[in-house]
């Protein structure tokens, strides 16, 4: 395979892949097995939009995952399970077994009544029970939909709905940190609004007491004995829907994007392998959680497609304390290990002391995902956690782009701090102005778009193929918008600089302020709310939240205790604002447009340069809100 092992390879990969992409990725496709070959690379068309790869091609990603390992990696292990609590007995799952249980669930799925093309939603904490469901499903031609199990009833619930599915895949509870969560219980709640359910498997984690409901609620372990170990592969098409994840974006409810079989699965392990500069026998860490894009493509499919033995953690980073990451990987010896520049900084920020106590030793190559990595951090997790001598990815992708699209080849591309550096094969970024003039030549700053499909690329927003369209293809002609602000410097290397839209990427996790404005406002005195993102140390972005209340509250503290517990039971605490201000207006046009320019501006403290107010309704309000900042 085109793995690469020089810059100078990189180079002319890269360039074969923009003069031929179809060549490029026809050669690559073909070290997959496909049950039958493509009659076409690719078909596209970014005004509509319509993408079609491999077309023709039949394939079913799990026998690329599971089956072709049975010859020569049976015994070896696919997961090293860590549990939340360092005294559990870890677990490790060898390719062999979980060929076996895959098939067993996807069975159990079938049993059910469950077929290709249904929708079956996964709410389920992080234990390999999880990676199980995701390729059980895929086994029989489901679509799975995994939801964080941080996500609250009435956010799991919209999803469901939104998706018409039949089966959820559950726990009782979970293990994340000192205190075991509910779990079943929120989805019996979620399930109050969705009459489509008729199924849902709980897997008994912690064995605390739940409600079971009869004719609809089943246990894992009773239904896995009923079933053989053997379910043939459903054939797909490559364009069939592999999985469906929702992802937030600057205006309404989060969307369903939607990934499909074939170029999913080509881009994932050809991303997997190049980015890790991954070897057999290695042991690589993705800390994860497979509820998010990072989780679908770097703990399930991308390493299983190449063959890898992975580390599975259930638990969080400062649990039982702030040693815990450091412990695991020397534990288990890991190679490769990749996480988010907001965990970085928050255990820099517990002290040397944890780190030191371990050897780290076995790392070879430390990675980044999931907003900009701030140099400092960057520094510290070079010096102390690689000892200097461990390349750092730092990889940018989305949802919607199913794998990394710009992010340096380990060893291989020179870094820089804050840097993604430089496209990979087969991805062609351009910037473009507010105009959406294409700007050309280096040392210049822009939006981020891309060119030319890659074949992880969105395909639809489930349920409403419109909204991926406005959202993503129309904004420039002709090119896929990232909704990310750019720098390419004299190199012509890539620093994202955040979000131009009004999503904010708070520890991480992608939340759009209109969801959270959504949420404040269901709260019964809340009558308007503004939501803008600020400068946080440790999580990247922080929520600040304005808001307008009908009444005089007394107690001011109560209230915004109130609103906290709304947008924990509308969307869930990772949603909560770090800062919420009463106010008694917000600043808005003569046309009735909020100004998120001077509310930013004010969260970020800003307060001596606000810019022209004069287009304001009653500037006024812009001096109250600035003395009343929190
Ligand atoms: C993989 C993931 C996507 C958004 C994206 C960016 C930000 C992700 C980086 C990054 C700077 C990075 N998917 N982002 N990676 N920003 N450097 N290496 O995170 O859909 O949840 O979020 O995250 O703003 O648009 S996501």
């Not at 209340?549 to 770090?578: C, F, N, Q, R, W």
């Not at 501006?601 to 001096?623: M, Y």
């Amino acid at each position: 395979m085109a793995r690469i092992t020089s810059f100078e390879q990189y180079q002319s990969e890269y360039k074969k892949s923009v003069e031929n992409p179809e060549a490029f990725w026809e050669e690559i496709a073909n070290e997959f097995s496909w049950k039958k070959k493509w009659d076409k690379v690719l078909d596209w068309n970014f005004e509509k939009p319509e993408i079609n790869w491999f077309i023709g091609g039949k394939l079913n990603i799990t026998e690329n995952c599971l089956d072709r390992h049975l010859e020569k990696r049976a015994d070896q292990v696919a997961f090293h399970f860590e549990p939340n609590d360092p005294n559990e007995n870890s677990r490790a799952i060898t390719y062999r077994q979980l060929y076996e249980d895959v098939c067993r669930f996807a069975n159990v799925l079938k049993s059910k009544g469950i077929k290709k093309g249904d929708r079956v939603c996964l709410y389920m904490p992080m234990i390999p029970e999880l990676a199980i469901a995701v390729l059980a499903c895929a086994r029989i031609g489901a679509i799975h939909s995994v939801v964080f199990a941080g996500f609250s009833a009435t956010s799991l619930g919209g999803r469901i709905q939104d998706m018409h599915c039949c089966a959820v895949v559950t726990t009782d509870g979970a293990y994340r940190g000192a205190k075991p969560i509910p779990i079943k219980a929120v989805v019996d709640d979620a399930l109050d609004v969705c009459p489509s359910v008729e199924n849902v498997i709980v897997y008994k984690r912690t064995g605390e007491e739940i409600k079971m409901i009869d004719g609809r609620d089943t246990w894992w372990q009773d239904e896995m004995k009923k079933v053989s170990a053997e379910c043939p592969a459903e054939i797909m098409d490559s364009e069939d829907t592999l999985f469906i994840l929702y992802t937030s974006g600057s205006t309404g409810q989060p969307k369903g994007v939607v990934h499909t079989c074939g170029g999913y699965m080509v881009y994932t392990k050809y991303t997997f392998e190049n980015v890790f500069q991954y070897n057999d026998k290695e042991v690589f860490w993705c800390t994860a959680d497979i509820g998010w894009i990072t989780g679908h493509s770097y703990i399930v499919y991308g390493p299983l497609l190449a063959g890898a033995t992975s580390v599975m953690f259930e638990g969080v980073p400062t649990f039982p304390d702030a040693g815990r990451f450091w412990q695991v990987i020397d534990k288990y010896k890991v190679n490769i290990f990749y996480t988010a520049p907001t965990a970085i900084r928050a255990l820099q920020a517990s002290g040397l002391d944890f780190v030191n106590l371990y050897k780290l030793n076995s790392l070879r190559i430390l990675g980044t995902v999931g907003e900009p990595i701030n140099e400092e951090a960057w520094e510290w997790y070079h010096k102390n956690i690689g000892k200097g001598n461990c390349p750092i990815v730092d990889t940018w992708w989305q949802t919607e782009t199913g794998g990394i699209l710009i992010s340096p080849i380990a060893g291989i591309t020179k870094t820089k701090p804050g840097f993604a550096t430089l496209p990979l094969p087969g991805v062609q970024p351009v910037l473009v102005d507010e105009k959406g003039n294409v700007i050309e030549g280096n040392n210049v700053e822009g939006n981020l778009c891309i060119k030319f499909p890659w074949p992880s690329i969105i395909r639809t927003t489930y349920g409403n193929h419109e909204r991926c369209r406005t959202t993503y293809f129309t904004t420039y002609e002709n090119l896929y918008f990232t909704g990310d602000g750019c720098r390419r410097d004299e190199d012509g290397y890539y620093r994202i600089t955040g979000r131009v839209d009004d999503v904010m990427n708070v520890s991480g996790h992608r939340i759009g302020t209109a969801e959270v404005e959504s949420a404040i406002n269901m709260h019964f005195d809340i009558v308007e709310s503004a939501v803008v993102g600020y400068p946080h140390d440790i999580k990247g972005q922080g929520i600040y939240a304005y808001v307008i209340s009908t009444k005089e509250h007394d107690d001011i503290e109560m209230l915004k205790k109130e609103i906290l517990a709304e947008v924990t039971k509308i969307i869930g605490p990772i949603a909560k604002p770090d800062k919420i201000q009463v106010v008694r207006g917000l600043p808005k046009t003569r046309s009735g447009k909020i100004m998120r320019r001077i509310l930013r501006k004010i969260a970020e403290g800003e307060i001596s340069n606000l810019g022209d107010t004069s287009t304001l309704l009653d500037p006024s309000v812009v001096d109250e809100i600035v003395k009343g900042r929190v």
